[in-house]
């Protein structure tokens, strides 16, 4: 399954959280539904993924980043409540998209009153 097919599962499966839960819960409610909805879908996730730090090709640190979803080792889905999705979350997904490979990356804000305006796709050399 290619990366766009997954986020479109993905996408699929948070929208079916916000939907029953709404939006105004603690991040980790909506990371525990959707990876719920992911397995129930068959999908290998990693879940709370410890990523290191890399400096100069060394790693200087080896748990420094904490990475909420990894689906099918493929896209990287960074799950948010909040009001207003800062330049610096979109920054950390492309991070964690570098240091474990990928090529996509989501970052799902479920404080919105429809999902569709708090799904953001971050890319890096993915042909669309």
Excluded at 3 to 21: K, Q, T, W, Y
Excluded at 89 to 97: I, P, S, W
């Amino acid at each position: 399954m290619t990366e766009n097919e997954l986020s479109f599962e993905i996408i699929g499966s948070a929208i079916e959280v916000h939907r029953i839960l709404g939006p105004g819960l603690l991040e980790s409610g909506y990371e525990e539904c959707l990876c719920y909805e992911l397995r129930q879908k068959g999908f290998h996730i990693d879940q709370q993924l410890w990523l290191p730090m890399r400096y100069k090709e060394v790693i200087v640190k080896e748990n420094m980043y904490r990475l909420d979803i990894w689906v099918e080792k493929k896209v990287v889905v960074d799950v948010k409540s909040v009001e207003q999705v800062h330049l610096v979350y979109l920054k950390q997904v492309k991070t964690y998209l570098q240091l474990t490979g990928s090529k996509l990356g989501l970052l799902l804000n479920f404080n919105v009153p429809v999902l569709k305006e708090g799904i953001h796709r971050i890319v890096l050399g993915l042909e669309e």
